[in-house]
T-cell receptor, first 112, second 114 residues
Framework: GENVEQHPSTLSVQEGDSAVIKCTYSDSASNYFPWYKQELGKRPQLIIDIRSNVGEKKDQRIAVTLNKTAKHFSLHITETQPEDSAVYFCAASLPTGNQFYFGTGTSLTVIP | GAGVSQSPSNKVTEKGKDVELRCDPISGHTALYWYRQRLGQGLEFLIYFQGNSAPDKSGLPSDRFSAERTGESVSTLTIQRTQQEDSAVYLC????????????FGPGTRLTVT
């Protein structure tokens, strides 16, 4: 099956700086890569996703890049704000599979 | 409905008792997932339902765990003879179909086994 690794496990940045979270996956057939944000005590919510036919996707301050050759994808948050503080999970899914394979999460703290 | 709902929101039970958790997916979503999230941990896949196909039970940790789903509607997760290590938040998610579609999560049920 698929194996997703996520780094770092914790990340602290100053407000206004950029944050980068990286994930690697093992199965080259994976074709969908969502990122979820989970605030303390809340449910995970999708913030951005990318499919394997695209190398980069951007939505305001958030961007995701995908390198299929290297089998890794990254989340980039620019101009971070305190409300960006949360746990972020990456995931990968196969086109024929049932499961989303989640990374272990990154706890991001934005220091005002 | 507006989103995925789960009940109860909190459940405290004594060790050895059975518990039943409920999930109402978004109408029209054929795929339904159950996850377990221990405090400060990631999402642990438990089981997946897709339409009328046989469920993928590969993530269930023991035979004390079981789940059912009626067609494409409500699902229940049952934990028999609960143990303290079962304490966690149990999250349900639904999606339009399996695989490459966004999962919408419910608010979760916080289970505490005393």
């Amino acid at each position: 099956g698929e194996n997703v690794e996520q780094h770092p496990s914790t990340l602290s940045v100053q407000e206004g700086d950029s944050a980068v979270i990286k994930c690697t996956y093992s199965d080259s057939a994976s074709n969908y890569f969502p990122w979820y944000k989970q605030e303390l005590g809340k449910r995970p919510q999708l913030i951005i996703d990318i499919r394997s036919n695209v190398g980069e996707k951007k939505d305001q301050r958030i961007a995701v890049t995908l390198n299929k050759t290297a089998k890794h994808f990254s989340l980039h948050i620019t101009e971070t704000q305190p409300e960006d503080s949360a746990v972020y999970f990456c995931a990968a899914s196969l086109p024929t599979g049932n499961q989303f394979y989640f990374g272990t999460g990154t706890s991001l703290t934005v220091i005002p | 409905g507006a989103g995925v709902s789960q009940s109860p929101s909190n459940k405290v039970t004594e060790k050895g008792k059975d518990v039943e958790l409920r999930c109402d997916p978004i109408s029209g979503h054929t795929a339904l997932y159950w996850y377990r999230q221990r405090l400060g941990q990631g999402l642990e896949f438990l089981i997946y339902f897709q339409g009328n196909s046989a469920p993928d039970k590969s993530g269930l940790p023991s035979d004390r765990f079981s789940a059912e789903r009626t067609g494409e509607s409500v699902s229940t997760l049952t934990i028999q003879r609960t143990q303290q290590e079962d304490s966690a938040v149990y999250l349900c998610a639904s999606s339009f179909s399996g695989g490459s579609y966004e999962q919408y999560f419910g608010p979760g049920t916080r289970l505490t086994v005393t």
